[in-house]
């Protein structure tokens, strides 16, 4: 079934902008959503649709998707971004949902 | 304001069954497809299941974990999403989320989550 790679950990200092990536084969051919996890909190729909921020969420966060790398961006990160990002497609092939393993922005 | 949970958790030993629920309220539960999501303790996301809303034939589809052991059910008359599980594993152990579950052309997305059921199997 299809895999999507992310990394683990992602730093960065306050006010600089985190890139997490989501990689797949072919991952610009699928759409990609994103979800946000607060430690403790259950996910939010942060991105849908490769680069569509649902109601609610601020313009600092973007997307992006080509290729075999989707990108989540944060700009301006503050503190309270800090938490679990994961990527996620459905398999139409396999029809079955899913999920990147999960990063971490840490913001230093 | 669109609101979801999960009841039903609990601590079950392995072989049994437990059945979860999902109460929706916010929004006009019949028009959509409902999904499962657990999460074990310290680990990622991990996809259960779905079901298509009635219009759309009402049928599930599965994870590969957990089919022929886990069903999914929907109660549009009382805005109620199920969860069955039988057979159940000491690695289905998780906190087990409910979400609404938006059906695009070729891609479909959880948009809106309820906060958790704990499940935990163990002897």
Redesign the interface.
Known sequence: SYVLTQPPSVSVAPGKTAKITCGGNKIGD??V?W?Q?RPG?????VM??DSDR?SGIPERFSGSNSKNTATLSISRVEAGDEA?F?C???D?DN????????TKLTVL | EIELEESGGGLVQPGRSLRLSCTVSGFEFGDYAM?W?RQAPGK????VG?IRRRSDGGTS?Y??SVKGRFTISRDDSKSIAYLQMDSLKVEDTGLY?CSRF?L?S???????????ALVTVSS
């Open positions: 699928k759409s959503h979800y996890q909190q259950a996910p939010i729909l849908s649709y649902p679990d994961y996620q497609v459905w139409r029809k079955i949902l899913v999920f990147g393993g999960g | 999904t999501v990622g996301l991990d996809w779905f589809e994870a590969a989320y938006r695009g070729g891609t479909h997305f959880l948009d809106y989550w309820g906060r958790g």
